[in-house]
Nanobody, 124 residues
């Protein structure tokens, strides 16, 4: 079993920054990759970013490339998502998820444990 808890969401003006955290417990944290997804009202859950088990490889959706940075601390069992230059279209509930393997992908089906989500709202 794996438990994931997101935090760090909130309300920010366009152009601002937030840092999300995903704290994990349960199975050995360094044995799996982690992804971030987001879901806006009435829309599907979309891939945002992912990081492999060691932190040596990262992947981003085109919409956030260059603005968001994913990282992990395997001592603290935490994955971070630094979000800069936020836009109103970034408004969504953000979820972290455990990958089934060491190398993550953009498909929801590649992830088997999910956190409860944290709301990010960007005002214009």
């Amino acid at each position: 079993q794996v438990q994931l808890v997101e935090s760090g969401g909130g309300l920010v003006q366009a152009g601002g920054s937030l840092r999300l955290s995903c704290a994990a417990s349960g199975r050995t944290f360094s044995s799996y990759a982690v992804g971030w997804f987001r879901q806006a009202p009435g829309k599907e859950r979309d891939f945002v970013a992912a990081i492999n088990w060691s932190g040596g490889a990262t992947y981003y959706a085109d919409s956030v490339q260059g603005r968001f940075t994913i990282s992990r601390d395997n001592v603290k069992n935490t994955v971070y998502l630094q979000m800069n230059s936020l836009k109103p279209e970034d408004t969504a509930v953000y979820y972290c998820a455990k990958s089934r393997g060491l190398r993550p992908g953009p498909s929801i089906n590649e992830y088997d444990y999910w956190g409860q989500g944290t709301q990010v709202t960007v005002s214009s």
